[in-house]
């Protein structure tokens, strides 16, 4: 059984620019959760997909956007990258429909400069 | 709405000693309740989780919890401890029949004293 896999491992982007990271969620799961690690804090969550719509979203702006695929992998789109988004960007997967077990990824770590 | 509060950034104990990392949480609605672990570097791993029944809760690596809905605590507890566990502990929430999105306390670090 494959867990859940993000990439890249690490980016460094400008001020100003876009990004995209990507997630694959584990076998037999239809929804994945996005969260965002500031150092030093606990994740916060970004937004949620489940069978490829969005299912809840946290305080994140609008320039937070998401894509979930018909095989239940994920997109976190960033666009107008500000300081403050540098963080560890993380995955988790579920089976949904009211399961509540979340498996994470090992994150992608992002720095803008 | 829902928070969680992890009292303590940081526990040092010893080596074999035991060791309770807390947590307090506060919601009007019925909540599932988890610890996770992250080791430097890595994703996170889930420890234990409190759904409902038995509010003493057994997790890996020796770990256990004990739900007190009295004093909406969720405290992590074991009885000792190895430099192995040498990790940052997350308390986290989510509420019952919502999307289960996780409501996480700003972490505590366990540093293992030789």
């Known amino acids: 059984e494959t867990g859940v896999t993000q990439s890249p491992t690490h980016l460094i982007k400008t001020r100003g620019q876009q990004v995209t990271l990507r997630c694959s969620s584990q076998?037999?799961?239809?929804?994945v959760s996005w969260y965002q690690q500031a150092l030093g804090q606990g994740p916060q969550f970004i937004f949620q997909?489940?069978?490829?719509?969005?299912?809840g979203r946290g305080n994140f702006p609008p320039r937070f956007s998401g894509l979930q695929f018909p095989n239940y992998s994920s997109e976190l789109n960033v666009n107008a990258l500000e300081l403050d988004d540098s963080a560890l960007y993380l995955c988790?997967?579920?089976?949904?429909?009211?399961?509540?077990?979340?498996?994470f990824g090992p994150g992608t770590r992002l720095t803008v400069t | 709405a829902q928070s969680v509060t992890q009292l303590d950034s940081q526990v040092p104990v010893f080596e074999e000693a035991p060791v309770e990392l807390r947590c307090n949480y506060s919601?009007?609605?019925?909540?599932?309740l988890f610890w996770y672990v992250q080791y430097p570097n890595q994703g996170l791993q889930l420890l234990l989780k409190?759904?409902?029944?038995s509010t003493l809760v057994k997790g890996i690596n020796g770990f256990e919890a004990e739900f007190n809905k009295s004093q909406t605590s969720f405290h992590l507890r074991k009885p000792s401890v190895h430099i192995s566990d040498t990790a940052e502990y997350f308390c986290?929430?989510?509420?019952?029949?919502?999307?289960?999105?996780?409501?996480w306390g700003a972490g505590t670090k366990l540093i293992i004293k030789p």
């Open positions: 988790a997967s579920s089976l949904g429909g009211g399961n509540y077990e979340q498996y």
């Open positions: 076998s037999g799961h239809n929804t």
């Open positions: 997909y489940y069978r490829e719509e969005e299912n």
């Open positions: 919601s009007s609605v019925s909540v599932y």
């Open positions: 409190y759904l409902s029944g």
């Open positions: 986290a929430v989510s509420v019952v029949d919502s999307n289960y999105q996780l409501i």
